[in-house]
């Protein structure tokens, strides 16, 4: 944006939907408006259901899973290999060489593929075969979940859509090529109703480069595919509340149009506020549950007292009864990010956070 360009992001499913629609536009039918984009990648999975009218694409549902991806079938391999070849104690550099040598072979395998082999001179033994069938068997509980997930978002009574009204499935994504995945889709969905990208690992890239050419006409309509939730300090920082933010299936703005603003205001009751922000695919009796991922904490002074304190972190939490009024400004982007803007009042102190995932550790 600094060099003057625009900068469009999308999330990769909407992506994928968008290179579908311009590749098999033709199968969209009028009692079959939607589609289903199955996404799986390195390290997580993503499901979106679109439905499709004219040039206009409309994100339903999505959900996700973001902890499964291809790297977890890598392991599974391994972890077959190992057992195959009794491999005990592998050093740790002759098990990362092992395990990029099986991700290769994965990424070799194709529907006509009958062994499985990798060379294991690097940990002194002799070559391991084994038949396909016996890879797809130690992979194959990795891809129950994506189903299980593609029918809770059928079943999914916000979306009152029914199977006889979607086209089919459209499998993207780095790891969707493994043949296993469409063969386990069809076998669930139907052959007909299953078609793979003909370009995984680029659809979500090509996707993008068609929302991006006006004149191709698509528009696209995104919604929150997690809920945003956060915890608030309550009881002096013995304890905590629980606040939804922006709930799952909330509509985004368009790209260029005025961002989603969400506001709080309360009378601050501690000397410091400690923001605990979550994503998570559901709530169960009004707290995260399913797939829940934390953000990096929020510490913000509400005592004037540690405005120019640099360690809130290690400042104790306590009760202050001249506390401030403070205001709670979320905007939301196109993309999904959120930008957090605390203000006090009276003296107007601000502070402005952009909130991200925590990075795994």
């Known amino acids: 944006m600094a060099a003057g360009f625009h900068v469009a992001l999308l999330n990769e499913p909407s992506a994928a939907s968008l290179e579908y629609a311009h590749r098999y536009r033709s ?33 339903m549902i999505s959900e996700g899973i973001q902890r499964l991806g291809g790297d977890d079938f890598d392991e599974a391999i391994v972890r077959l290999v190992c057992a195959g070849a009794n491999l005990r104690d592998v050093a740790a550099g002759t098990l ?42 130690a992979c194959a509980p990795l891809v129950t ?5 593609l029918n809770r978002i059928l079943r999914d009574g916000s979306s009152d859509v029914a199977w006889s009204e979607v086209t089919g499935i459209y499998v993207v994504g780095g ?13 669930t969905f139907g052959e007909k109703r299953v078609k793979r990208s003909p370009h995984p690992f ?24 997690r809920h945003f ?40 009751a501690h000397n410091i506020g400690h923001f605990r922000f979550v994503e998570c695919s559901r709530l169960v009796n009004g707290r995260p549950d399913g797939d829940v991922t934390p953000y990096d904490p929020v510490l913000f002074p509400f005592d004037p007292a540690l405005h120019d304190r640099d360690d809130l972190g290690r400042q104790p939490v306590g009760r202050w009864t001249e506390g401030p009024d403070v205001e709670e400004r979320y905007v939301v982007a196109p993309s999904g990010a959120v930008e957090m803007t605390l203000t006090t009042q009276p003296g107007g102190f601000m502070r402005t956070f952009r909130l991200a995932r925590r990075a795994a550790v």
């Open 27 to 59: 199968t969209i039918a009028a009692k079959r408006e939607y589609v289903l984009i199955y996404d799986l990648g390195g390290g997580t999975f993503d499901a979106s259901l679109l439905k499709m009218t004219g040039h206009s694409n409309e994100v």
């Open 202 to 225: 680029a659809a979500t890239a090509i996707g993008l480069a068609v929302f991006l050419d006006k004149e191709a006409g698509f528009a696209l309509s995104e919604r929150f595919s």
């Open 229 to 268: 939730d956060v915890f608030r300090e309550a009881e002096a920082g013995a304890g905590v509340v629980f606040d939804p933010i922006v709930g799952k299936d909330v509509s985004l703005p368009a790209d260029g149009e005025s961002p989603l603003v969400v506001r709080r205001t309360y009378r601050a």
């Open 96 to 137: 990362d060489l092992l395990r990029e040598l099986c991700a290769a072979r994965k990424e070799a395998v194709g529907p006509q593929t009958r062994r499985f082999l990798v060379d294991l001179t690097a940990a002194g033994r002799p070559p391991f075969s084994c038949g396909i069938d016996d890879v797809y068997s």
């Open 175 to 187: 790891a969707g090529g493994y043949p296993l995945i469409s063969r386990m889709l069809r076998s």
């Open 145 to 149: 979940p994506t189903i299980d997930l």
